[in-house]
């Protein structure tokens, strides 16, 4: 079922969210509806705050679902290594209309679940690696808007408010 992607500005956007206990039929059916709103929205990554639903799970496919085999569907996910540095434009899918350069390490390993609670060891660089920490940054409540420095950021959270006040949002 696709569900309705939140935007900036929505509490659970901001807040972190929670480690999955159970690995029950509820999640299955979390985890199918984010792959299906991922595609749909068209995106390569979907966080659960995003669908407004505070556990720590998230989807990635770079492919958008053209190549079998990339799609990635992470439960608990946590950072084992990060390094290196990487300075390319990124977006969101809960911040429609805007991108911004963000510095992000360039190479990473994620240690996480997979749907059915069995550990696995994810190694990323470039593209995967920007991925895999953009999605596990909505897990901690924080967006790519929070890793931009002053100006960079006020300007953009400037003109979303005008949009918010002016019911666009
Ligand atoms: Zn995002």
Redesign the pocket.
């Known amino acids: 079922m696709l569900r309705p992607i939140v935007r900036y500005g929505s509490h659970g956007l901001h807040a972190p969210a929670t480690r999955v206990a159970a690995f029950d039929a509820p999640l299955q059916t979390l985890i199918d509806d984010m792959i299906e709103t991922m595609y749909a929205a068209p995106g390569i ?3 659960a705050p ?1 669908i407004g639903v505070p556990l720590r799970v998230c989807v990635i496919d770079l492919s958008v679902g053209k190549r079998g085999g990339e799609l990635l569907a992470l439960v608990n996910p946590e950072f084992i290594e990060r390094d290196g540095m990487q300075l390319e434009e990124e977006g ?4 429609p209309g805007f991108s911004a350069t963000v510095p992000r390490p360039n190479r990473v390993v994620v240690k996480a679940s997979d749907r059915d609670g069995n550990e696995r060891t994810i190694e990323g660089s470039g593209l995967l690696a920007r991925a895999l920490q ?2 596990i940054d ?1 897990l901690d409540g924080r ?2 808007l929070d890793r931009l420095r002053g100006i960079k950021r006020d300007i953009i959270v400037r003109k979303i408010k005008k949009l918010q006040r002016g019911g666009k949002w």
Do not use: D, P, R
């Not at 969101?92 to 911040?95: A, Q, Y």
């Open positions: 990554g979907l966080a995003q969101c899918l809960s911040i953009h999605e909505h967006l790519f």
